[in-house]
Structure formats: C-alpha cells, structure tokens
C-alpha cells in the first residue's frame, strides 16, 4: 500500500510516490508509477506543475466525493518500472516537491529518475 490515512481517518498521507521522466520526441514525459498519472510538456518546470495539478486534482475530487484518493487508479504497466529500475540519473529531491494546500494531504518528495533515451 502506498499511502495511509492519519488519525481519525481523515487525512491522506502518501508514503511513496516514483516520477520517470522520458523523452518521446520533442516533448518530455512525466509518469507517476504507483498510481498510473502521466502528462507531456515542453520543459521540467511545465512537466512538474502538470503532475502536481493532476495529482492534487484528483486528490481534491476525491476527498470532496468522500472517495479515498488513488484507491481505483492502477500502478503504471510493468515497462515503466523497469525503465525507472535500469535508469541512473535520478533528479535532486528539491527538483520535483509537489504542494497541495489541503493540510489533510501530506504528498512526500517522488523519487525521480530520468531514462535513457531509447536505441
């Protein structure tokens, strides 16, 4: 399990959360792996508020229609994985923190790595 709830169930604090970041083209591709999330964008900045916006989002949904975040989402497909695995560039910590203003979510710092550009 990836995230647990806070006293009194209230509140949602993920315990582990791994960003790949690739490049397809002219476009950098961001994909959360333990909850399917992925996004496109022309630079790491862009890229890092893209999954921030879509990670708080769903957050923020979910919690306003009583449902628990991520609890549906599937982990991405298993090739995902093993580019993060193989991968040996990872990204300082600070790069990557993602907010979310909601002080029933606390989103830990991903861990995240870039993959080598495909043969």
């Not at 919690?63 to 995902?80: C, D, Q, T, W």
Request: charged fraction near 25%; include cysteine; aromatic fraction near 10%.
């Amino acid at each position: 399990m990836c995230y647990s709830e806070g006293r009194g169930g209230a509140a949602l604090n993920l315990t582990k959360l791994s960003v790949l970041i690739f490049q397809e083209g002219d476009w950098l591709c961001g994909r959360c792996l333990e909850y399917d999330f992925a996004t496109q964008a022309k630079s790491l900045d862009e890229l890092r508020y893209d999954l921030e916006r879509i990670i708080a989002s769903h957050i923020a949904i979910s919690l306003k229609s009583g449902l628990k975040p991520f609890e549906n989402i599937p982990r991405a497909p298993e090739r995902y994985w093993e580019m993060f695995r193989r991968s040996k560039i990872a990204l300082p910590p600070q790069t990557f923190g993602f907010r979310f203003d909601d002080q029933k979510v606390e989103l830990p710092t991903p861990e995240v790595r870039v993959a080598p550009l495909a043969a």
